[in-house]
C-alpha cells in the first residue's frame, strides 16, 4: 500500500465522526457493490462467505465490525 492510499484511508475513519468502520465502508461502496451485500444478507449467505468477499475486493472490514454494526454496538447514531 502506499503512503498517500494510506493517509487517505485514515483520514477516513478519523473524519468518520459518528460513523463506525463498517458503515464507513458502506458509505464508500460502489451501488452495485453495496447492492450486491445487501443482497448477499438478505439471501442470508453466511458471515464467513461475504466476509472473505468483501477482503477478496479489496474493501477493509472485520467479523467485529459487522457484527457490532449489525446489533446496534457500535458507534453510529441510533434510530
Do not use: F
Request: net charge positive.
Amino acid at each position: 500500500m502506499t503512503l498517500a492510499k494510506r493517509i487517505e484511508e485514515i483520514s477516513l475513519v478519523v473524519r468518520g465522526g459518528n460513523k463506525c468502520a463498517y458503515q464507513l465502508m458502506l458509505d464508500s461502496m460502489k451501488s452495485e457493490d453495496r447492492k450486491a451485500l445487501e443482497t448477499a444478507w438478505q439471501q442470508n449467505i453466511s458471515r464467513r462467505i461475504i466476509l472473505r468477499s468483501l477482503r477478496s475486493e479489496g474493501y477493509k472490514t472485520s467479523n467485529e465490525s459487522i457484527t457490532n454494526h449489525q446489533t446496534g454496538n457500535c458507534k453510529c447514531p441510533k434510530n
